[in-house]
């Protein structure tokens, strides 16, 4: 009995260990995505799938930023637990000065967006609360939208920690 008290708090302390320690999100190296000439490296939590849709395959009136912005002539998406990554081949090129009004459009109803430049070209974030078409979800939504040349570039992060969103968001490099 005196012989299994100590072994007793030693898995007690393990557990107690687990419980109270951070738990870690790892992300995978950087693989390439993306349709030839808009092709991009990103970390995704585990390995993506992707969907690439033609412009005749799809209602362009079902993605919300075409309603005041350029068409889109093409788009793909790749998700992978709690990341997504949509590259949208716009139909024209966006005059100077719409670019800010249209890279809003592609993030998540927000007040607060951030203009920013990404790898020298104009870019927006922007956080949101997580929510889905059946209701609200837990934690946060970050988002990162990139505009190079004619193409959208959106990655959207629901993770608990800020740290794994800001290293998805690091990995992110244009192909050539």
Known sequence: RIARTPALLLAFGVLLAGCSSPSTVSILAPTVHGPPGHQ??????????GLKVQADEFDPADLAPTKNGPGIHMFSRWTSR??????????????????????????????????????????ATDAVPCSTQAGSCSGVVYALVVL?????????????????????FNSFRFIK
């Open 148 to 168: 190079k040349n004619s193409t959208i570039y959106e990655i959207m992060v629901n993770e608990p920690t800020n740290s794994v969103t800001q290293a998805v």
């Open 40 to 49: 991009f490296a990103l970390s995704f939590l585990k390995a993506p799938s």
């Open 82 to 123: 709690n990341v997504d990554a949509f590259v949208y081949e716009l139909a024209d090129a966006v005059p100077r000065t719409r670019v800010n009004p249209v890279l809003r459009s592609f993030l998540p109803p927000s007040q607060d967006a951030h203009m920013i430049t990404w790898q020298g070209f104009p870019a």
